[in-house]
């Protein structure tokens, strides 16, 4: 059975201070693991897919690393409108996916 | 291009009704599926299609129905409804390969009394 375990479940940073969110996995096969933005009451919003281990993306603020066991969200520099709940998903069989509860971020200006 | 929409965006039901949740997509899509957002639980998958009358089980489909008869549409039906159906329901799509991610709707907030 796949399993996602998102670290820490709650954030708060100060503007400008740079953390990481973490994503622990564990799946039979990996087909993908997936982050997520979500905005309360607005569904997920798709971040980046990352398909083997050493692989990297970024965009803006964010960047996602990925390992054989767990992958990394590193925020530098977050601003307030970072604010959001980030998902973590794995995909292992026909393009569904399993995801982690969250880690809800909240930065402060 | 719409994306992924879904109605109502708001529900009530008495405990033992039936509705249907509406999902369509104008992406072309073969791979639609419903997910149920509870607090404390994450985001977790009812049912699942891979293409036009293909659909299977997720993690918790019970007390749901779906099917898929066009490439565009995947309705989930309540068919008696429970308070514990109360929830905020995501309808998804994705092409085969789920390069691109998948696009997730505005939700449903479904609540049961």
């Known amino acids: 059975e796949d399993q996602v375990t998102q670290s820490p479940e709650a954030l708060r940073l100060q503007e400008g201070e740079s953390s990481s969110l973490n994503c622990s996995y564990t799946?039979?096969?990996?087909?993908?693991l997936f982050w997520y933005r979500q905005d309360p009451g607005k569904g997920p919003e798709f971040l980046f897919t990352?398909?083997?281990a050493g692989e990297e993306k970024e965009k803006e603020r964010l960047k996602a690393t990925l390992t054989k066991k767990e992958s990394f969200l590193h925020i530098t520099a977050p601003k307030p409108e970072d604010s959001a709940t980030y998902l973590c998903?794995?995909?292992?069989?026909?393009?569904?996916?399993?995801f982690g509860k969250g880690t809800m971020l909240l930065v402060s200006p | 291009n719409a994306g992924v929409t879904q109605t109502p965006k708001f529900q009530v039901l008495k405990t033992g009704q039936s509705m249907t949740l509406q999902c369509a997509q104008d992406?072309?899509?073969?791979?639609m599926s419903w997910y149920r957002q509870d607090p404390g639980m994450g985001l977790r998958l009812i049912h699942y299609?891979?293409?036009?009358?293909?659909?299977d089980q997720g993690e918790v489909p019970n007390g749901y129905n779906v099917s898929r008869s066009t490439t565009e549409d995947f309705p989930l039906r309540l068919l008696s409804a429970a308070p514990s159906q109360t929830s905020v329901y995501f309808c998804?799509?994705?092409?085969?390969?789920?390069?691109?991610?998948?696009?997730f709707g505005s939700g449903t907030r479904l609540t049961v009394v």
């Open positions: 299609s891979v293409g036009a009358g293909i659909t």
């Open positions: 992406m072309n899509h073969e791979y």
């Open positions: 990352l398909y083997s």
């Open positions: 998903a794995v995909n292992s069989g026909y393009s569904t996916l399993t």
């Open positions: 998804a799509s994705s092409f085969r390969t789920g390069d691109y991610g998948y696009t």
């Open positions: 799946v039979s096969g990996l087909r993908g």
